[in-house]
């Protein structure tokens, strides 16, 4: 690992890691934020550029959220979208065992590019 | 279960929290309770964001769930004052919307496609109550009482 940042609000933690290869943001406990884009927004861009930048993957790594609000689901949304007009590379990894995650990120599959550059992975 | 939460997003946590205890104290499988503990916050979280946002214990929200049969009932009422109109407005054309669709998870689709087509800027979902529709299987009304009292409700079946 070459650097590794940690962001909270409230019951929302947010574990930024630069690798060789990727740049990962982890998600844990519980997001219930009401306006998530001042909070969780600054950091996925920030870390989206960090990625780009150094043609790194951008890892968004939700598998040990138990909750997430739809307020959420906003930012994570829009950048998606700007990875998907552009040229960078992200994976979105959820958890299959989590219902919830599966019937949530199950939607976030219209991003996925069939050259695997945006993947929207379900682990078991 | 019912109970009392102070229009203050401070709260929403432990509404969560109480939630979430509470369906898994009925013996409901782990996803059904992260399903309909959601469609409790998620109703919660409008009545907070659109209601008389005061903090005050007089403009609380009154939140019912009830387990009967293979059917969830929530309930989440609270007053709303004039500045709660366009919201009202809006609720009902979202339900209207859903309600054009056959599957609500067409119209949850649209709704991301929609957002992600929103300026960086737009910080508002409007997802909520799609999200009930779809992820919990519910269908979703509200009324507006005579005493200014708005009562949304989402009844869902369990094994749906």
């Known amino acids: ?124 | 279960m019912k109970f009392s939460v102070k229009p203050d997003w401070n709260q929403l946590e432990e509404v969560n929290d109480r939630a979430s205890e509470f369906l898994r104290a009925a013996d409901l499988p782990s996803g059904t309770v992260d399903t309909y503990t959601m469609v409790i916050c998620e109703l919660v979280e409008n009545g907070i964001k659109y209601g008389r946002a005061s903090g005050e214990e007089a403009d609380a929200l009154e939140v019912s769930v009830d387990l009967s049969g293979q059917t969830i009932t929530v309930h989440v009422k609270n007053p709303v004052g004039r500045s709660s109109r366009t919201h009202l407005r809006q609720l009902d054309q979202i339900l209207q919307w859903i309600r054009g669709f056959q599957d609500p998870f067409e119209a949850y689709l649209e709704r991301v496609k929609e957002i992600s087509r929103e300026p960086m800027s737009q910080g508002k979902s409007g997802l909520g109550i799609v999200r009930i529709a779809y992820e919990g299987h519910a269908a979703i009304d509200f009324v507006l009482g005579e005493d200014n009292t708005l009562s949304v409700s989402a009844v869902a079946k369990l094994n749906g």
Do not use: C
């Not at chain 1, 947010?14 to 950091?43: C, M, N, W, Y």
């Not at chain 1, 700007?82 to 995650?101: C, D, I, M, N, P």
């Open chain 1, 1 to 124: 690992m070459e650097s590794s940042e940690t962001y909270r609000d409230g019951p929302l933690e947010i574990q930024q890691e630069a690798h060789k290869d990727s740049v990962t943001l982890a998600f844990s406990g519980k997001s219930i934020l009401r306006d998530p884009a001042e909070f969780v927004l600054p950091i996925l861009l920030g870390a989206m550029k960090q990625a780009f930048d150094q043609e790194k993957r951008l890892v968004l790594d939700f598998r040990h959220l138990s909750y997430m609000n739809s307020s959420t689901f906003t930012p994570i949304i829009k950048v998606l979208e700007k990875a998907r007009v552009g040229s960078g590379s992200v994976s979105v990894l959820y958890s299959k065992e989590l219902k919830w995650q599966d019937v949530s990120f199950t939607a976030l599959t219209i991003f996925a590019t069939s050259d695997g550059r945006i993947k929207i992975r379900g682990a078991e």
